[in-house]
C-alpha cells in the first residue's frame, strides 16, 4: 500500500484535536500514513490522542533562513526534474499576486518536502487551504503525485478567490465540515461540483462518555453556589469574548454566577484588562489551554457552555466549533451565535440558544435565562447530547475520507 502524506500547518496542537482524530481514525482503518508539519509544536502539553498515533512525523523548515543548506539540498535534486519548471513557474505566477515572505517559503518547504518525503508516497493531503494547501500543491507538481484538501474556516474565508479557485482546478478533491463552506465552495467551481463533498468531523464518543451525573438546581440566588459557566476556545477576535465578556457585565448585580475560560491565544491580557475595567475579573478564572481530559472534567463542573463566534475584520470565522459539540456530548445547555455552520448543529430554542453575533444585550438576556432556569438547562443539555449523538459522530466522516483517499475521489 502507498503512503498517504497528510501535511498540516503543525503537529500536535492542543486546538486542532479534530484533525488528531481523523489521523487516528484513518490509521485504525489501516492506512499508511506519514505527517508533515510547517511548524514545531508550541504547546507544552499533548491530547491522549497524539500518544496513540504512530505515525512519524518529518518537520519542514519553519524559516527557510533557519536550515538553508537542507533548503539547497533539495533544490539540487530536483532543479533537473522536468516537473520542476511547472512547479516553479506555478510558484513565481503566484508570487507576483501575493508578494510576500510567506509565499517565499512556502516553495522553500515544498522543495524540502518533495525531496524528503518517503520514496512510497503515493497522494498528498492537505489540511487547512490556505498555507499548507500550497505547500502541498507545490510539491505535488515536484513529485508527479496527486493530492487533495480538508478546508475549515478561516482558511476559506480569509484565501483570496483566484488562489481557492485555481487550488480546487488542481487538486483531485476537496472535503470541508460544513454546508455553508461547500456552498461558498461550489461556487467557485460549478463546472466541478463532485470535487467537493461536505464530511462532518463529528466526535469519537468513545472519549467523551455520557453524562453520568444529574444537573443542578442552581438558580444563580445562592453566593456560596454559583451557577458555573464556561467557555473554550482561542482567545482571538472570531471567538467574540470582548463581546461575552460585556453580556458578563450587563448581568443582573444580584445574580450569582462563576465564569471559566480554558484556552490561550494572543488577547489573553487584552481582555483580563478588558474584565477588570468591567468589573467582573474575581469572578473569572482564565485557565489557559489545557489537555482534552482536563478540559471533559471542567465541561462535568460547569453548568453552562457559551461561545460568542463572530466573523473577524478579515473575514476569519469558525467553522462548526468541535467544541460545542464537546459540550453538548456532556449534556451542557449551550449559548452561540448565528454564524456560518453553528445553526446547523444548534437549533434555536430546542437543542440550545442561539443569538445575533456582537449583541451583548441579547447574549446576556440568554445567559440571564440559563442561570436562572434549572429545568430550561436540563431540557436544552439533554436535547443537544441526543442530537450531538445522533447527527455527529466521527465514524462516518473518517470512512468517507478513507474511501476517497483510496480510490482518488472517483
Known amino acids: ?157 480569509t484565501s483570496p478567490e483566484w488562489e481557492k479557485k485555481e487550488k480546487l482546478a488542481h487538486m483531485r478533491w476537496l472535503v470541508s465540515c460544513t454546508a455553508l463552506n461547500v456552498e461558498h465552495l461550489h461556487a467557485l467551481v460549478p463546472e466541478a461540483p463532485h470535487k467537493i463533498s461536505l464530511v462532518y468531523h463529528g466526535l469519537d464518543f468513545s472519549r467523551f462518555g455520557n453524562r453520568t451525573h444529574g444537573y443542578s438546581d442552581k438558580d444563580g440566588r445562592a453566593a456560596a453556589d454559583p451557577v458555573v459557566i464556561i467557555s473554550v476556545g482561542r482567545l482571538v477576535t472570531k471567538k467574540g469574548y470582548d463581546t461575552l465578556l460585556e453580556a458578563l457585565a450587563k448581568l443582573p448585580f444580584g445574580l450569582n454566577w462563576r465564569f471559566v475560560h480554558i484556552g490561550g491565544g494572543e488577547l489573553g491580557q487584552v481582555l483580563e484588562r478588558r474584565a477588570a475595567r468591567l468589573g467582573i475579573s474575581d469572578r473569572i478564572t482564565w485557565r489557559g489551554a489545557l489537555a482534552q481530559q482536563d478540559v471533559l472534567r471542567a465541561y462535568r463542573e460547569a453548568d453552562i457552555f457559551v461561545l460568542a463566534s463572530k466573523v473577524a475584520g478579515n473575514g ?80 462516518k466522516g473518517i470512512a468517507e475520507v478513507a474511501r476517497l483517499l483510496g480510490d482518488g475521489g472517483t
Not at 436544552?380 to 465514524?395: K, S, T
Open 1 to 157: 500500500m502507498k503512503k498517504t502524506v497528510i501535511v498540516l500547518k503543525g503537529y500536535p496542537r492542543l486546538s486542532e484535536t479534530f484533525i488528531a482524530q481523523e489521523i487516528l481514525g484513518l490509521q485504525e482503518l489501516g492506512l499508511d500514513l506519514h505527517l508533515v508539519s510547517l511548524r514545531h509544536p508550541t504547546d507544552t502539553r499533548r491530547h491522549p490522542v497524539h500518544e496513540s498515533i504512530k505515525a512519524p512525523v518529518l518537520y519542514l523548515p519553519e524559516y527557510l533562513h533557519h536550515e538553508p543548506l537542507r533548503v539547497l539540498r533539495a533544490w539540487r535534486a530536483l532543479r533537473r526534474r522536468k516537473d520542476y519548471k511547472e512547479a516553479f513557474s506555478l510558484w513565481r505566477k503566484d508570487l507576483r499576486r501575493d508578494f510576500t515572505r510567506n509565499r517565499i517559503r512556502r516553495f522553500g518547504q515544498a522543495l524540502v518536502l518533495a525531496h524528503e518525503m518517503p520514496q512510497d508516497a503515493g497522494w498528498l493531503y492537505a489540511h487547512f487551504l490556505h498555507t499548507p494547501a500550497s505547500v502541498t500543491q507545490y510539491a505535488a507538481i515536484l513529485s508527479a503525485l496527486p493530492w487533495s484538501c480538508s478546508a475549515h474556516a478561516k482558511d476559506i474565508w
Open 316 to 395: 476569519d470565522r469558525d467553522g462548526l466549533p468541535n467544541v460545542l459539540m464537546e459540550a453538548q456530548s456532556q449534556g451542557l445547555a449551550c449559548i452561540s451565535t448565528k454564524v456560518s455552520a453553528i445553526p446547523e448543529l444548534i437549533i434555536d430554542e430546542e437543542t440550545g440558544l442561539l443569538v445575533e453575533p456582537e449583541k451583548p444585550d441579547l447574549l446576556c438576556a440568554a445567559l440571564e435565562r440559563l442561570v436562572t432556569d434549572a429545568p430550561l438547562r436540563q431540557k436544552l443539555g439533554e436535547a443537544g447530547n441526543r442530537r450531538v449523538r445522533d447527527r455527529f459522530g466521527h465514524q
